[in-house]
């Protein structure tokens, strides 16, 4: 990125049908970099549409896409990966029979050095647990052996290995689809704790989420998506999680709202919603 004002990952105008269904309506999108950007919205308002046009799982009809203030085309999610995007999907994407090594390492392996690798192909395991326990360390996660097999973890250790790979890998962005969705209240504020590291470790993070508390937790800006566009990007110690409920729902106008400013894509002009309302916003 070229400065600290520049935002990492950036969207304009994104549009997408589905026949005659308009899933994504000329949505924009801002993440800074070193914050964490929590998305919200209603079940249908087009989240997920927004976030497969992010990583590359769809690609827009129109709009356009800019990481780190150039603009960037994701036809695949390998495209988003090889740009240094990673995303924890809600299904997770672990390997139950695999040990946690094996999982970081997915898709990723590394070779021995040499004739081994190169002809015989034989995998580098020393190498790839010993990168495992340093990762697992350095984002503070608890675990008796790296050899352990990911069945045999609780659900929040679970997800702290999926987070724990993406990490590993992003250089850009780290996106995360309902990490907390059916953990308990503990493997909760574990996985809350575990969003704050990689955040301080230098990654910025898209949260995807339901839970109201866990937004205002970790959240330093809200985006609220509603009917396939943003129609407020706030602070969030700015407004209440009734406030943000009620726009998220349509029970109250995003005009309402103190909006912040949202810098422009490369080549334009800042847009400033402090006094917007739904059109500035997005």
Known sequence: MSDATTPVLQARGLTKHYGHVVAMDDCDF?????????VIGDNGAGK??????LTGAIVPDSGSLYLAGEQVTFRTPLDARRAGVE???Q???????LDISQNLYLGREQRRPGFRGTVLRQLDKKAMRHGSAAQMADLGIRIQSIR?????????QRQAVAVAR????ATSVVIMDEPTAALGVRETNQVLDLILRVRDNGLPVVLISHNMPNVFQVADRIHIHRLGRRVALVDSGSL???????????ARSADTLQQVTVPAPRGGSAQDTSSAGTEAAR
Do not use: C, F, H, N
């Open 30 to 38: 801002d993440l800074r970099p070193g914050e964490i950007l929590a």
């Open 87 to 89: 995303t924890v999907y």
């Open 91 to 97: 299904e997770l994407g672990v390997a139950p029979a």
């Open 48 to 53: 997920s549409t927004l976030i497969k046009s």
């Open 240 to 250: 209440s999680m009734d406030d943000a409920v009620a726009v998220m729902t349509g």
């Open 148 to 156: 352990q097999k990911v069945e045999t973890l609780s659900g929040g």
């Open 166 to 169: 993406v990490a590993a890998w």
